[in-house]
């Protein structure tokens, strides 16, 4: 089981993709991560993606590091970092309580 299966954290996925003015969805299948998966580094494992006009961010484990971070991937590069799933979690309140103000 990963970590977005558990401690709510799907839905709080679920809530952030919602909030997002740029489609945004949570990769649940296999084939979904699969696909995905194709244009990341291979130690990247894509959980959710948000399309953006250009191309897309998609958000992944970075399994290269211990413990895994979350990474966004944009186009060719990492754009942003997260030292743990909990820290982005408290990234993702924050950043819904923002825009709800």
Same mark, same amino acid.
């Given at each position: &089981?990963?970590?977005? +299966?558990?401690?709510?954290?799907? *839905?709080?996925?679920? !809530?952030? @993709? =919602?909030?997002?003015?740029? !489609?945004?969805?949570?990769?649940?299948? +296999?084939?979904?991560? &699969? @696909?995905?998966?194709?244009?990341?580094?291979?130690?990247?494992?894509?959980? &959710?993606?948000? =399309? =953006?006009?250009?191309?897309?961010?998609?958000?992944?484990? +970075? #399994? $290269?590091?211990?413990?895994? $971070?979350?990474?966004?991937?944009?186009?060719?590069?990492?754009? *942003? !970092?997260?030292?743990?799933?909990?820290?982005?979690?408290?990234?993702? !309140?924050? #950043?819904?309580?923002?825009? $709800?103000?």
């Amino acid at each position: &089981m990963s970590p977005v +299966d558990t401690s709510g954290a799907k *839905e709080k996925l679920k !809530r952030f @993709c =919602e909030a997002q003015v740029s !489609r945004a969805y949570l990769l649940i299948s +296999d084939g979904e991560v &699969m @696909c995905a998966k194709e244009k990341l580094p291979e130690d990247f494992v894509p959980f &959710m993606v948000v =399309e =953006e006009k250009s191309w897309p961010d998609v958000y992944a484990f +970075d #399994s $290269s590091s211990k413990p895994a $971070s979350i990474v966004v991937w944009s186009d060719h590069a990492v754009v *942003e !970092r997260w030292d743990s799933f909990e820290d982005f979690l408290r990234w993702i !309140r924050s #950043s819904s309580t923002q825009r $709800s103000a």
